[in-house]
């Protein structure tokens, strides 16, 4: 038994780690998935990140067979990952493998599932992975959905989803990475307050003007330079900000993207 699936990156509006709420825009990189249900019990993955060959999955896969034992599945599975997402940048990659893995997983086994009962199992993945501090489901669900998720991972609730334009996106992606398990000292709820104001505003409309504000403020919660948020402003940027824990920067264009080392597009 065999099955296909397919999820995409997204980037931070308002970062949901001081609140368990968070607002995620899709973009239009894509991770895709392949999983094939074995009768032995083995786990087995091989996975690719923009055509290089990288280590994946592990604690994924425990987690992935404990989900389809839930399905009345006892057996093993092969898996494989080709992705466009650099890992470990803030861009959702671990949510998107998570959803594309869940996709390919319900497909093998002739389950077809709602979207919000996928994204209830991808969460489930990824906190069973030890890949996600909140559960991340405004990542998820732009992720799988596309388009501006607002979503509260705690209650589990998606809170607001609409579709945007086909904005043009910079991302400035460097080369270093950051673990999301690094980041599990750092006391979010001091900063509860002003994220709160920042997620109330961007539900009211002005998304790009609160991704800019979320970006500044995470900078200064985590100890980055805003310097890559000025400069893309100053490159004709409606709005830019630190994407989740970074350490990756987007930037939403109307036109031609004049900034970054990469370049998409809104995915709505």
């Known amino acids: 038994m065999r099955g296909v699936g397919e999820a995409y990156g997204a980037i931070t509006v308002v970062c949901g780690l001081p609140l368990s709420r968070g607002i995620a825009l899709g973009v239009d990189l894509k991770v895709e998935a392949e999983v094939e249900l074995t009768e032995e ?25 404990r989900i389809l034992k839930f399905f009345g599945f006892e057996g093993g599975l092969k898996a494989k990952i080709n992705s466009e997402i650099p890992p470990e940048r803030g861009l959702k990659s671990s949510s998107a493998v998570s959803n594309a893995l ?7 086994l002739g389950e077809k599932l709602e979207p919000l009962e996928v994204l209830r199992l991808s969460v489930k993945l990824s906190r ?71 997620f109330r505003r961007a539900l ?40 989740g824990k970074g350490p990756a920067f987007a930037a939403i264009f109307e036109g031609d993207v004049g900034w970054g080392n990469m370049e998409t597009r809104v995915r709505s």
Do not use: H
């Open 41 to 65: 019990c083995c786990e087995e993955m091989t996975s690719w990140v923009r055509g290089r060959r990288v280590v994946m999955g592990e604690a994924l896969l425990k987690g992935l067979r």
């Open 128 to 198: 069973m992975a030890g890949i996600t501090l909140t559960g991340a489901l405004d990542d998820a669900c732009a992720s799988l959905l596309g388009g501006l998720c607002a979503a509260d991972s705690k209650r589990m609730r998606i809170i607001a989803r609409k579709s945007v334009p086909e904005f043009s996106v910079g991302i400035l992606v460097p080369r270093r990475r950051v673990l999301t398990s690094s980041l599990r000292d750092v006391n979010f709820s001091l900063y509860a307050e002003l994220f709160d104001q920042i």
């Open 204 to 243: 009211e409309g002005d998304w790009i003007k609160s991704m800019t504000e979320n970006g500044e403020a995470m900078c200064s919660v985590l100890g980055y330079s805003r310097r890559p948020i000025t400069e893309a402003l100053r490159s004709g940027a409606l709005g830019a900000g630190l994407t």
């Open 102 to 108: 869940i996709l390919a997983a319900m497909e093998a």
